[in-house]
């Protein structure tokens, strides 16, 4: 064998071994060694399913396994679907430096799947591969909320949300995925897992230092640490803290929703109580605003086109059933606002339901965000948080629109207001006091950063309140719904960009981009 056709063989992972000829020629003899496998010679059995093992012993931290992941994707360099993280130890001048590289973990109990409203995810049962279906995906994102992990990738090029499949084709022709391929240490293989034993032990080897917990969702990717990690061994980007995007739609949304559906439960009630009251106007500006907050989350999704399939999967997703909920809320308010103007004795009843399907909508939307993955948003304070904004915007709407000279409904809305005020305050508490590095690095954003916007927030909700309880009036009532809508609006902004959510380690050097 010549010199070309060992390097050559080399390259291909071909071990040799050159043992001494008992021959005068000095030849040695070649003697070739199968190369370790990477990949399981044959299928799961039933009962299993493919894994990731990453040892973080072998990985130098090259980054071959993400640019290999990415030229085999065809993605654009600032989304990777393969990341490596750094993680650190010691104390000077004895310290220590790993990483850890990771793909999709292809969970026993996926989240993104289970919060998806279309039906985009499905889990292979031949091989337990998490798969990702484009061309079902609408953009709502919703699963890049759910991961723990941070897998999810939206592209906004594309408008559709894309992941790591253990390159599943290449895997069924019996080919290494791209990463495995392309680790020069070995530090990437596949492997198959029993998933009756993996619950058991999966606590041991799921979890390393950079890492969420596995119990969100079930990890199955093993990892091998080293055998001393010194106590003190960490993520390098615990100090790196950036506000989230906003999501201005959904901000619109939720704010606009939660008005319309306050207003339509002031106009009910002062219907059965207050026969006095001018409802008409008010109903019909409640249902308008209602609709223009439902057309407004359209605008947050890459496919729009696609809005309906949100509807599929309403007995699982929290998404769909608020899609639901809000499309049965739009037709019955419709209704009762026919009904008031023709005063019909049947818009009772109609306004009852209209309340009753609001405040549900408004319940599925504070759900959507209680999700592990984002700890600052699961929490109960966020249920709260979402039906005080009804509580102070609908009666001050109902006032503005001069439905009735009822101070109460001013008095009403100032009630909620400080109950709004101290909910935010305890939720703020609530991230100092806790030990998780996401609520802290929340707390730390609100207190720094972005301190200026809790400030003006409070001072819009106070001010939305004393300026009608002053003036007295419908004029009054309406310069305070505007104070009061901007503060909720920006309420609304701080809620999505001061969450910190779960992820894994990111690496020290990295991009503003990124």
């Known amino acids: 064998m010549t010199l070309p056709l060992i390097q050559r063989a080399k390259e291909d992972g071909i071990t040799f071994l050159l043992t001494p000829k008992t021959k005068p020629s000095g030849l040695h003899q070649i003697t070739a060694l199968a190369p370790a496998p990477r990949i399981p010679i044959g299928p799961p059995a039933p009962g299993e399913q493919y894994r990731f093992h990453f040892d973080m012993t072998k990985c130098i931290g090259c980054k071959c396994c993400v640019v290999a992941c990415n030229e085999q994707n065809g993605n654009p360099a600032a989304i990777n679907w393969r990341r490596v993280g750094e993680i650190e130890g010691g104390w000077y001048p004895y310290t220590h430096r790993l990483y850890l590289s990771m793909g999709c973990n292809h969970c026993v109990e996926p989240s993104c799947l289970i919060g998806c409203p279309t039906e985009a995810y499905t889990k292979d049962n031949a091989t337990g591969i998490v798969q990702h279906n484009a061309d079902m995906c609408i953009g709502c994102q919703y699963c890049t909320w ?15 949300v894309g992941k790591c499949d253990m390159c599943y084709g290449r895997l069924s022709e019996g080919q290494e995925p791209a990463c ?17 034993d993996w619950k058991l032990e999966y606590g041991l080897t799921a979890n390393a230092p950079g890492l ?36 201005w739609p959904l901000v619109l949304m939720l704010v606009l929703t939660h008005l319309s559906v306050g207003a ?9 109580f207050h026969a006095e009251a001018q409802l008409e106007i008010g109903a019909i500006a409640s249902f308008v605003v209602g609709v223009l907050a439902l057309g407004a989350s359209a605008l947050h999704l890459g496919r729009p086109i696609y809005a309906w399939r949100a509807l599929k999967m309403w007995r699982r997703s929290w998404l769909s059933r608020e899609v639901l909920v809000f499309t049965l809320f739009a037709a019955v308010a419709s209704a ?39 700890p600052a948003w699961n929490t109960r304070r966020t249920i709260a948080e979402f039906h005080l904004t009804g509580a102070i915007l609908g009666p001050l709407f109902a006032a503005a629109a001069g439905v009735s000279s009822n101070h109460y409904l001013i008095r009403f809305a100032a009630c909620a207001t400080a109950l ?30 972005l301190r200026n916007h809790v400030l003006w927030r409070v001072t819009l909700l106070i001010s939305g309140v004393l300026i009608p309880l002053l003036a007295k009036n419908a004029a009054g009532a309406a ?7 901007a503060g909720e609006i920006l309420g609304r902004y701080l809620f999505f960009v001061s969450v910190v959510p779960k992820n894994m380690a990111s690496a020290y050097n990295v991009s503003e981009a990124a």
């Open 264 to 272: 339509f439960a002031t106009i009910w009630l002062l219907h059965k």
């Open 212 to 247: 969420p917990s596995a119990d969100d969702s079930l990890s199955t990717t093993r990892i091998t640490l080293p055998d001393r990690l010194p106590p003190d061994t960490a993520r390098v980007d615990g100090y790196r803290v950036r506000p989230e995007r906003p999501h």
């Open 479 to 485: 310069v305070g719904l505007l104070f009061a809508l």
């Open 336 to 374: 009762y606002a026919t009904l008031l103007w023709q005063n019909s004795p049947a818009s009772g009843l109609l306004g009852a339901l209209t309340t009753a399907f609001g405040l549900l909508g408004v319940t599925c939307s504070a759900f959507i965000y209680l999700v592990p993955a984002r």
């Open 180 to 196: 495995v391929f392309a680790c020069p240490e070995g530090a990437i293989t596949i492997e198959t897992v029993n998933i009756a």
């Open 146 to 160: 759910n991961c723990s992990y941070g897998v999810p990738q939206y592209n906004a090029e594309r408008g559709v």
């Open 420 to 449: 709004q005020l101290i909910n935010q305050a305890f939720k703020f508490f609530d991230m100092i006091r806790s030990e998780r590095y996401e609520m802290q690095a929340s707390a730390r954003l609100l207190s720094s950063a």
